[in-house]
């Protein structure tokens, strides 16, 4: 079963609207709205809660003491029992995990041991970079895996073309399965080393961005790509598109109007796990090109036992990644009702 909704009529409607076609806007704001918005606010509490769980059992769960990791093995006694008062590990557990959520509900993060900041201005500070990776990235991604994977869809249509069929399907598993930093490391010998076109590192130009965007882009618009040429040919198999074939419709209004608002269902769903992925792959990808985002700044704090900035940056992150998956729920509701649950479909 295709992950997009069956269309059974076929021909078209009584309004001239073909049975598949998705028609934004035709559903009240109630209703299923209603029951999914209680249920997104129900998970995005559950999992907001085991984030902050998960954040503040980073220091507990360390092995070892931390306060004598941070202090150094040749520290006194009396220097560890300080830190330990500054970290708050010589209070009870559930004490500490109180004060970390009120802090957090104050919108206070912590103070970065190494520069003495508070966490918050280290994560603002960081941010901006990621998001100026993540994001384009995202968008290249949907610029090349939609159309590539329609028109592949398209051509191989009905079994046509069976070597464009295979070598699509190779070549896309191969480079959706490439790790960020191959890609990344093979980027940066190319056309940052024999070619000397774009910079190897660094954020200093907004050339800079390229490469890491490229290195980030790769895996997932391929992997993108294999997933709408398997819907572009669920969707090309039903009634209501072979009834718009044999009326001669144009191609651009049969695959554009017709087929592709029923591609965006499955795809902006995979589009937002790509995204949360694409926020955890930066961390990898901000390190190979020395670029000062949080992946950066998360690596650091851990080499320096940073572990204030070690939660606030793993908070942020996650908390980025639920209002991501968060929004493209909403997209997907307003695009098509028909995937709120519960809910009748619009007519």
Same mark, same amino acid.
């Given at each position: ?9 076929? #021909? ?28 997104? &606010? ?18 507990? &769960? ?24 500054? &970290? ?21 993060? #912590? ?5 003495? *900041? ?40 009905? #079994? ?24 990344? *490391? ?16 660094? !954020? ?10 490229? !290195? ?62 694409? &926020? ?61 649950? #519960? ?5």
């Amino acid at each position: 079963m295709s992950a997009l909704t069956t269309v059974s009529a076929a #021909g078209a409607a009584p309004d001239g609207r073909t049975p598949g076609h998705v028609v934004p806007g035709r559903r009240r704001l109630g209703g299923g709205w209603l029951g999914f918005a209680v249920r997104r &606010l129900g998970g995005l509490l559950l999992a907001g809660t085991v984030l902050v769980v998960t954040t503040f059992l980073i220091v507990p &769960l360390i092995p070892g003491d931390p306060a004598r990791a941070i202090a150094g093995t040749n520290a006194s006694p009396a220097a560890v029992a300080a830190i330990r008062a500054r &970290l708050g590990l010589d209070e009870p557990l559930g004490q500490r995990f109180l004060d970390y959520v009120t802090g957090l509900l104050s919108g206070d993060l #912590g103070t970065s041991f190494r520069f003495g *900041t508070p966490v918050g201005e280290v994560v603002t500070s960081r941010l901006p970079y990621t998001a100026q990776l993540a994001l384009p990235a995202i968008v290249v991604v949907l610029l090349v895996a939609v159309p590539l994977g329609m028109t592949v869809g398209v051509l191989t249509r009905g #079994g046509r073309r069976r070597w464009l069929d295979v070598g699509f399907g190779t070549l896309a598993g191969l480079l959706a399965s490439l790790p960020a930093y191959v890609a990344a *490391t093979g980027l940066i010998v190319v056309f940052a080393i024999a070619l000397d076109l774009l910079p190897p590192g660094g !954020a200093e130009t907004a050339s800079s961005s390229v490469l890491p965007i490229a !290195a980030l882009a790769i895996g997932p618009a391929f992997a993108v790509a294999r997933v709408v040429r398997q819907e572009t040919a669920s969707v090309l198999d039903q009634d209501y598109l072979r009834t718009a074939r044999g009326r001669r419709l144009p191609a651009h209004r049969l695959y554009l109007r017709h087929a592709l608002p029923n591609l965006l269902t499955s795809v902006l769903t995979l589009t937002g796990l790509v995204l949360t992925s694409l &926020l955890g792959g930066t961390v990898i990808i901000e390190n190979v090109f020395s670029y000062p985002g949080l992946g950066t700044a998360v690596v650091e704090a851990i080499v320096y036992r940073d572990y204030p900035v070690i939660q606030g940056v793993i908070l942020s992150v996650g908390a980025l990644a639920l209002v991501v998956n968060l929004l493209v729920d909403v997209v997907l509701g307003l695009i098509d009702p028909r995937t709120l649950e #519960g809910a009748p479909d619009a007519s």
